[in-house]
């Protein structure tokens, strides 16, 4: 019985009306643009992580098919007894890479390979698609010269 007591109390008719009006009131428009910029605050948030890590994986995903493509060179010299440079569609013609294999890097770039003294050299021109700038993959890395004590 006293909590039936109690429902009585609390909602007499004048706090039915109140709450009535206040449901019928809604949310006002600056409620409404508080949410949706603290909306796109977390979403530009998020999408500046998620683009930092894309192009770190676009970078890794080069790197990986550049060694691939590095492989499939050698393969091809003791496979076909040359030492010739070959492209990469002479690669895939031969079998000794994969037709679903990139022909190009992830940027859309076509390889670049250097084949010198029995060695080979696979250049992504990265991101910018500038040869020779900071953003090149090269595999393997060009070594840099240091000097001791200098």
Do not use: Y
Not at 40 to 49: F, H, K
Not at 96 to 114: F, I, K, M, T, Y
Request: with cysteine; hydrophobic share 45%; charged share 20%.
């Amino acid at each position: 019985m006293a909590h039936g007591l109690l429902n009585e109390r609390l909602m007499t008719p004048h706090t039915c009306m109140k709450v009535g009006r206040a449901a019928l009131r809604g949310v006002t428009l600056v409620e409404v643009l508080v949410v949706v910029a603290i909306m796109a605050l977390v979403a530009a948030g998020a999408s500046v992580a998620v683009v930092g890590r894309w192009n770190h994986a676009r970078q890794k995903t080069t790197e990986t098919q550049a060694r691939n493509l590095r492989a499939a060179v050698k393969t091809w010299w003791v496979e076909g007894g040359t030492s010739s440079c070959p492209a990469v569609e002479e690669l895939i013609d031969a079998g000794v890479l994969d037709r679903d294999s990139a022909r190009r890097d992830p940027w859309g770039h076509e390889w670049q390979l250097e084949c010198t003294a029995g060695d080979v050299t696979v250049i992504s021109p990265g991101r910018d698609g500038q040869l020779g700038t900071d953003d090149d993959i090269r595999i393997p890395p060009r070594m840099t010269s240091f000097v001791a004590g200098g």
